[in-house]
């Protein structure tokens, strides 16, 4: 059987890692990120790239199915657009939760690559076209109009799309969570059951590739305007719900709210802004979608049924917690495309709003879904949503609160 090598302690791990300096303005000197496995000192990461994913790259190559000193071809593959260098990139405290160089590493890494170091991207920028059912209902309402550029008759929508694998700055993540990093290193590494003992052994490696899902961004409209004062953004930040996203699932306001983001953004690029769909892997609030499908059960069979004065509640009891998704994260993503204010914000989600704003970002108009949109098995949540403190237009006496009165909520 072949040696294993132990990386757990830098004198185990041959030379020390080739340094990071987080914020740096000059990408040689900031350095790349490095997690690819195997006997290189060029790695500088505590993980592997891709995430989850990564869990499948080695399945592959135990089944003899992928090399194991498989290296990717990067021929062609550079952005479809530019995105940044933006000011925000050279902060070290705006974006501490994804490599702001990620989509950029044949470019700025170009002589590293050429000495054989193994740089992967973890972002990557492509263009599509889009066509969801809801757009042609909005053609037929005469909601949207056919510009035959930015949409067509036929429902199909120009986009640009990018895809983003999360890098854990572990110092400025624990400063955005108020913790110590010592504390922070010590609890990811138990909670995931001692997978990275390089958390607490390796205080020299500061990046973190966790295995988590991360983010794809659809743009709308001309992306060259991003990071520009006068360019006005409509955005819909939107966390991920594979039941009514994909299924069309009925007990949640998710996929009408998605497509009503969509609806907002084409118009906006249609006026000359920007439209910004971002999609966040993190299904059932951070909890997954087993124990969110064991709060369904628990909300249905609960005494008297589904309530919304117990709606998060019954979450609690199953998850210990109400919600995991903590956006204190999520602005890092407008950090990285030079946003610094939303014209109009598709989201009703307090928490959102209230993580934008803590990180200096402007949001000039919150918009809520139009209640003819909403699902009547979901406005249960919504009133609970409404009653815990998302944003809503309404005022006390509209049908909303006397709804959610109604469900045994405190005004």
């Not at 006997?39 to 989850?52: D, E, M, Q, Y």
């Not at 205080?203 to 743009?219: H, N, Q, S």
């Not at 979450?315 to 610094?340: K, S």
Request: aromatic share 8%; hydrophobic share 40%.
């Amino acid at each position: 059987m072949a040696h294993i090598r132990l990386n757990t302690h830098p004198s185990q791990g041959g030379q020390p890692a080739p340094p990071v300096v987080w914020g740096a303005r000059d990408p040689a000197v900031r350095g790349p990120v490095v997690g690819t496995v195997g006997l290189s000192s060029h790695r500088n990461v505590i993980g592997v790239h891709s995430g989850s994913y990564g869990i499948y790259r080695a399945l592959a190559i135990a089944a003899k199915e992928l090399k194991a000193d498989h290296r990717p071809d990067l021929t062609n593959t550079s952005p479809a657009e530019r995105i940044g260098p933006f000011e925000a990139w050279f902060a070290p405290k705006k974006i501490v939760s994804l490599d702001p160089w990620g989509h950029l590493v044949s470019e700025v890494f170009a002589d590293k690559l050429a000495a054989g170091w193994d740089i992967r991207p973890t972002i990557a920028i492509t263009k599509a076209h889009v066509n969801m059912p809801e757009i042609m209902e909005a053609l037929a309402a005469g909601r949207l109009k056919p510009d035959n550029d930015i949409l067509s008759g036929t429902g199909d929508v120009k986009v640009t799309k990018a895809a983003i694998e999360p890098v854990w700055w572990l110092p400025g993540i624990a400063e955005r969570f108020g913790v110590k990093e010592t504390d922070l290193r010590r609890t990811l590494f138990e909670q995931t059951g001692g997978m990275y003992t390089e958390l607490v052994t390796r205080p020299d490696l500061e990046l973190f590739l966790p295995p988590i899902g991360g983010a794809t961004v659809y743009f709308f409209g001309d992306v060259s305007k991003l990071g520009k004062q006068e360019t006005r953004i409509a955005c819909r930040l939107h966390d991920e719900c594979n039941g009514s996203d994909v299924f069309g699932s009925d007990i949640c306001t998710c996929r009408p709210y998605l497509a009503h983001g969509i609806e907002i953004c084409i118009d906006m690029a249609q006026k000359g802004g920007v439209g910004v769909v971002i999609y966040n892997r993190k299904e059932g609030r951070a909890l997954g979608e087993v124990t969110k499908f064991l709060v369904y059960n628990a909300r249905k069979r609960q005494p008297g049924g589904d309530s919304a004065a117990q709606y998060f509640n019954r979450t609690e009891c199953v998850a210990g917690v109400q919600d995991m998704r903590f956006q204190e994260l999520m602005p890092d993503i407008f950090h990285w495309l030079g946003i610094g204010r939303i014209d109009r914000f598709a989201s009703m989600s307090n928490m959102k709003s209230d993580a934008l704003r803590e990180q200096g970002i402007e949001i000039v108009e919150q918009v809520p879904i139009p209640e003819h949109l909403i699902p009547a098995d979901a406005l249960v949540e919504m009133d609970a949503k409404k009653a815990a403190g998302y944003f809503s237009p309404t005022k006390p006496g509209s049908n909303e609160l006397a709804r959610a009165k109604g469900r045994g909520l405190d005004e």
